[in-house]
């Protein structure tokens, strides 16, 4: 009787990025971003996006 195993593909592993120092995300509070207001827009190409906090005290962001 064949093995169950003997039609799975051998796993491959995943490629681990590589970053150099200047790749990492940049880290911004969002008390930096907000500077005190509930709400900011951001122009992203054509596209105007609205970035609030919400009563919650989470981020909501809408196009």
Request: net charge negative; glycine share 4%; charged share 30%.
């Amino acid at each position: 009787m064949p093995d169950d195993n003997e039609h799975v593909p051998p796993a491959v592993p995943a490629e681990k990025p590589v970053f150099d120092a200047d790749d990492r995300p940049r880290l911004v509070s969002s008390s930096e971003l907000m500077c005190g207001r509930r709400e900011i827009w951001i122009q992203h190409g054509d596209a105007v996006y609205r970035l609030r906090v919400t009563s919650a005290d989470k981020l909501y962001l809408t196009k």
